[in-house]
């Protein structure tokens, strides 16, 4: 169970990047003050569930930020 949801989490984040072209350290940098976040997750690094939360609502927060607002 774990695993699956590591790798829904590790799937979000690489279509989140792909989809906004926001650079994995700028998304790293601004959700944990870590620019090697996404490096490390794609080698293998296992974050807690807290840490998903803070990257989930980062990217949350910037995708809504690149969206052009209806004027």
């Keep these: 169970m774990l695993v699956m949801m590591l790798s829904e989490f590790k799937s979000e984040v690489e279509k989140f990047l792909s989809?906004?072209?926001v650079?994995?350290?700028?998304?790293?940098?601004?959700?944990l003050n870590d620019p090697g976040f996404v490096s490390g997750?794609?080698?293998g690094m296992e974050p807690r569930?807290?840490?998903?939360?803070?990257?989930?609502?980062?990217m949350q927060e910037l995708r809504k930020a690149s969206q052009p607002s209806a004027a």
């Excluded at 650079?23 to 959700?31: D, M, Q």
């Excluded at 569930?49 to 980062?58: L, M």
Aim: hydrophobic share 20%; aromatic share 0%; no cysteine.
């Design 19 to 21: 989809e906004t072209g």
């Design 23 to 31: 650079a994995p350290s700028r998304l790293g940098r601004e959700a």
């Design 41 to 43: 997750l794609r080698n």
């Design 49 to 58: 569930e807290g840490t998903r939360s803070k990257v989930r609502g980062k």
